[in-house]
């Protein structure tokens, strides 16, 4: 099970409603040096004709870069058995990430990213196929490079470091965009993170329909109130998913811990400040 934590706020109910999970661009991050893609092309002649020969250049096309490579070599007294082609890549405003947690019960998501406990969070089941973790979706929203439109998003854990990727080569790597997008600073490995990614030319639309039986929990904080829990609850049955289970957060007597509890009767339940 994976968690996604959200607030309340002006898209909590259709997200619930539309079954959307959204993927945002990785330059709308709160940590600047999170998914900072740093990409470099540098090789000698040949290795500069297969790669413009693999992303579809015609000869024509791959004589007059490699003459401008190689003009530019001169002008800034470089090496030309070193082309080197002095540009930056967008490729961080083409990607878009959708954030999820291996927990459901820490204490600082809650804060941050649920508004101080009054949020939610949704636990969707994933599955495993040819070591491949995904979330079902609806076909004909997501089409992976290597896969296809395969009706799901495929999930990567991400990984904790105490340095950023090394810069890529991009004439000889050919994945190295995920490298960027799978490793965080350290500070953050109490997230536990789970992502799935894609760039702006695989979806159409940046709200991705789940199916309607990955959802598996809705659990609301401890200081969700009663009002919001009865909305998110309609809207979910709007939904159509299926076998949705509700829970509420509750303390640990003398710890700084929480646990879930299942709930049976929604009407029995009173709004709570947090003890």
Same mark, same amino acid.
């Given at each position: 099970? %994976? ?6 706020? =002006? ?25 900072? %893609? ?5 090789? &000698? ?23 401008m490579?190689? #003009?530019?070599?001169? #002008?800034?007294?470089r ?14 405003y ?23 406990? &009054? ?7 994933? =599955? ?6 995904y979330?079902?979706? +609806?076909?004909?929203q ?35 965009v995920?490298?960027?997008? =799978? ?9 536990? +993170? ?28 401890l ?9 998110? &609850?309609?809207?979910?049955k ?38």
């Open positions: 099970m %994976i968690y996604q934590y959200a607030s309340l706020g =002006k898209y909590h109910l259709s997200n619930l409603k539309n079954r959307w999970i959204h993927f945002s661009n990785v330059n709308a991050f709160n940590d600047p040096f999170d998914s900072e %893609i740093r990409v470099r092309h540098e090789g &000698t002649e040949e290795q500069w004709r297969n790669y413009l020969k693999k992303i579809g250049e015609n000869p024509k096309s791959i004589n007059r870069k490699i003459w490579l190689k #003009a530019i070599a001169v #002008a800034n007294n090496d030309q058995n070193k082309l080197y082609f002095p540009r930056k890549e967008n490729i961080r083409n990607a878009y990430v959708t954030c999820f947690s291996r927990r459901f019960d820490s204490i600082l998501m809650w804060s941050h990213y649920a508004h101080n406990h &009054t949020g939610f969070t949704r636990g969707f089941e994933t =599955k495993i196929e040819e070591n491949l973790e979330i079902d979706i +609806e076909k004909g997501l089409e992976y490079l290597k896969f296809g439109d395969v009706g799901r998003i495929v999930l990567f854990d991400v990984q904790y470091s105490s340095d950023p990727p090394p810069t890529a080569n991009g004439l000889l790597e050919d994945k190295y995920e490298r960027f997008l =799978k490793t965080k600073y350290i500070d953050w490995a109490y997230e536990q +993170e789970v992502r799935a990614f894609c760039l702006n030319s695989w979806i159409k639309n940046e709200d991705i329909i789940h199916s309607t039986d990955c959802l598996k929990e809705i659990i609301f904080g200081k969700t109130p009663i009002e919001d829990m009865k909305s998110m &609850t309609l809207a979910l709007e939904s159509g998913a299926r076998d949705v289970k509700l829970y509420r957060c509750e303390r640990l007597p003398d710890s700084f811990q929480i646990q879930k509890r299942e709930i049976f009767d929604l009407d029995s339940e009173t709004n709570n400040n947090g003890s």
